[in-house]
């Protein structure tokens, strides 16, 4: 069964940088393409980022452009997201996810707190 294992959140300060990875298993990870999400309290799913199993088309949402950069080791099964420039707004429970924008599976690993403080 599909397993996404999340890790690098942490507590940051503004304008700090934190850089998480989430091991995927349990499928074939180097044909399909991958997303980060997060989710705040209170609020709905947001997406933030996707990448392509060639790493020929990524995305990003408006709010994090400029500041997070997507990646993957398909050697390692492995999902990364760079977040420079982080701001209180970014504090979220990340997930990555099977999917592009607006189609992403419900696969979900237990995710990555991260929190940043003004």
């Known amino acids: 069964q599909v397993q996404l294992k999340e890790s690098g959140g942490g507590l940051v300060q503004t304008g700090g940088s934190l850089t998480l990875s989430c091991v995927a298993s349990?499928?074939?990870?180097?044909?399909?393409?991958m997303s980060w999400v997060r989710q705040a309290p209170g609020k709905e799913l947001e997406w933030v980022a996707g990448m392509n199993s060639l790493r020929t088309d990524i995305s990003y949402a408006d709010s994090v452009k400029g500041r997070f950069t997507i990646s993957r080791d398909n050697t390692k099964n492995t999902l990364y997201l760079q977040m420079n420039n982080l701001n209180p707004d970014d504090t979220a429970r990340y997930y990555c996810?099977?999917?592009?924008?607006?189609?992403?599976?419900?696969?979900r690993g237990q995710g990555t707190q991260v929190t940043v403080s003004s």
């Open positions: 996810v099977l999917g592009r924008k607006g189609s992403i599976t419900a696969d």
């Open positions: 349990g499928f074939a990870f180097n044909r399909f393409t």
